[in-house]
């Protein structure tokens, strides 16, 4: 993957019907991650969070506007000094780049999300 500032994530994909969260990670490797956008069902909301060996201090947004068994489209803007996540309600999130790595290398996507397709612009 090759993702700088100003480059944009389209991800589409169904939510499991029976899953209590999902994961999308963007960043430098699994355990070194500029963003960590993971809606949490069984809690309401989304957390997002930086990883750098540890986890840093939690994000939460309470706009869980989707809901199991749904297709979604989630985009994710890199910004450079933040990431702009648009939700499928079109409600637009912000979370920094603690990190400030100014290029991402690594895409995962894990729990009950099956992703249908992603493209980078």
Same mark, same amino acid.
């Given at each position: +993957?090759? +993702? %700088?500032?100003? $480059?944009?994530? !389209? @991800?589409?994909?169904? @939510?499991?019907?029976? !899953?209590?969260? *999902?994961?999308? #990670?963007?960043?430098?490797?699994?355990? %070194? /991650?500029? *963003? &960590? *956008?993971?809606?949490?069902? #069984?809690?309401? $909301? @989304?957390?997002?969070?930086?990883?750098? =060996?540890?986890?840093?201090?939690?994000?939460?947004?309470?706009?869980?506007?989707? &809901?199991? =068994?749904?297709?979604?489209?989630? !985009?994710? !803007?890199?910004?450079?000094?933040? *990431?702009?996540?648009?939700?499928?309600? =079109?409600?637009?999130?912000?979370?920094?780049?603690?990190?400030?790595?100014? &290029?991402?290398?690594? /895409? =995962?996507?894990?729990?009950?999300?099956?992703?249908?397709?992603?493209?980078? #612009?």
């Amino acid at each position: +993957m090759d +993702m %700088k500032s100003g $480059t944009t994530l !389209t @991800i589409k994909g169904k @939510i499991s019907n029976d !899953t209590d969260n *999902f994961v999308i #990670n963007l960043g430098q490797s699994a355990d %070194k /991650l500029n *963003f &960590h *956008f993971n809606p949490r069902f #069984n809690e309401s $909301t @989304i957390v997002c969070n930086t990883r750098d =060996g540890a986890w840093g201090q939690e994000q939460r947004e309470n706009h869980l506007n989707f &809901h199991r =068994g749904s297709e979604v489209k989630i !985009t994710v !803007t890199f910004e450079g000094d933040w *990431f702009k996540v648009k939700l499928p309600d =079109g409600y637009i999130l912000t979370f920094p780049n603690r990190l400030g790595h100014t &290029h991402l290398d690594y /895409l =995962g996507v894990k729990g009950g999300f099956k992703v249908s397709s992603f493209k980078f #612009n």
